[in-house]
């Protein structure tokens, strides 16, 4: 869409010189949405009976621009092109609407008699005239619509749903049935939803205390799309159904792009989900190694200080029976099996033995070792 960069002061002239209503139909605002533009900009507009008094020569107050304002002195304003009525400043929904409205391709008019009805609405009368006449099940793959009025609203609520259905399919949209082989769906950008017409009914209380209620159709259709507290309701009131279908195609579509984001968002979520898991796997595997690591570093320190204390026992103890003189041949054959014990023990060495490879050395740490030095 084109715009316009306007100072502050081109505003304030225009807004003065010409009535809002009339240009709105220059600039692609509401009225509220010039207002909006010149509040936040501190321009002041005309007050009520300005323009009658103008109208008429009579004296009019202007009130003057505030050349203190510190804000920007640019403001951008859209250009209503040719034809186009849609204002920027209104709601999502009421712009798709409008522009729904605007395209003179789309099937907007709801007929007074069915003319090359969508396959959908033939399967569906085909059935409901043969439930007419006889007992009648239709086929599970016959693609219908879910149609509950009474008969006399029948072929209008066919006509509605005609025009429904031709309008979503020009849109680009199409219909299929769900993963439990229920529908057909309404299918906006991947995203499904169930859909029915049914005329709303009005309770009668019974009379007397343990009766049931009544219920009376009142011939006002209605057309539910969505599931549980995500469906979403139209019927008539004081704008019918007929002229509804616009409205109800542009909010399918904007529902279906915040299902389209946030299912982004969600996927997204999980892929971070899994980064942040994976990095936390990581880090625990790391922090286990790191604690095994440790656990070994200690332990093989801890094996190593004894082994050698075992080592100087068993230097001191032959020193001692030298001193003596009295290193006989079973004390020799102790001082080299102690030697075995020693190496076996020694992380550094780590000496196999045939009669504790078995058990952990692990084991041994906290138990103390008595010395055979006192039978020699």
């Given at each position: 869409?084109t ?23 220059e ?9 909006k ?37 640019k ?95 020009f ?47 009142t ?22 159904l007929?002229?509804?279908?616009a ?19 969600c ?52 020193q ?5 003189n ?15 014990k ?10 196999e033995?045939?009669l ?21």
């Open positions: 869409m715009t316009i960069e306007l100072t502050r002061k081109e505003v304030y002239d225009l807004v003065w010189s010409t009535t809002l209503s009339k240009l709105s139909k600039y692609a605002l509401s009225t509220e949405g010039i207002k533009v010149c509040n936040e900009f501190e321009i002041p507009i005309p007050g009520n009976g300005y323009w009658s008094k103008f109208k008429y020569n009579k004296k009019v107050h202007i009130e003057k621009l505030n050349s203190n304002f510190k804000g920007e002195d403001i951008t304003i859209p250009i209503r092109e040719d034809g186009n009525c849609v204002n920027l400043d209104q709601k999502p929904l009421t712009i798709l609407t409008k522009q729904i409205e605007n395209d003179p391709k789309a099937p907007l008019s709801v007929p007074f008699k069915l003319s090359k009805p969508d396959i959908l609405i033939q399967n569906t009368k085909e059935i409901h005239s043969k439930r007419k006449k006889e007992t009648y099940y239709p086929h599970e793959k016959t693609d219908r619509i879910s149609i509950y009025v009474e008969e006399a609203n029948y072929n209008r609520a066919l006509l509605i749903m005609d025009t429904l259905i031709k309008l979503l399919r849109r680009g949209h199409s219909f299929k049935r769900d993963r439990n082989n229920s529908g057909p769906n309404i299918i906006i950008k991947e995203i499904e939803f169930p859909f029915h017409i049914r005329e709303v009914q009005k309770r009668i209380p019974p009379v007397k205390q343990y009766d049931s209620s009544t219920y009376v159709p011939g006002i259709l209605l057309i539910k799309i969505g599931e549980s507290f995500r469906a979403i309701e139209w019927k008539d009131g004081h704008i019918k007929e002229n509804q279908l409205k109800i195609v542009a909010k399918l579509e904007l529902e279906a792009d915040k299902e389209v984001l946030w299912k982004e968002e996927r997204l979520h999980a892929i971070q989900r899994a980064e942040e898991e994976k990095i936390e796997k990581e880090f625990k595997t790391r922090k286990e190694k790191e604690i095994i690591k440790t656990k070994k570093l200690f332990s093989d320190a801890e094996k190593f200080d004894k082994a050698t204390i075992y080592r100087n026992f068993i230097v001191a103890t032959e001692k029976a030298i001193k003596e009295n290193l006989t041949e079973q004390l020799k054959d102790w001082i080299k099996w102690a030697n075995e020693a190496d076996w023990f020694d992380p550094f060495t780590n000496r033995d045939e504790l490879n078995e058990y952990d050395r692990d084991e041994f740490h906290n138990q103390k070792q008595s010395s055979n030095y006192n039978k020699y």
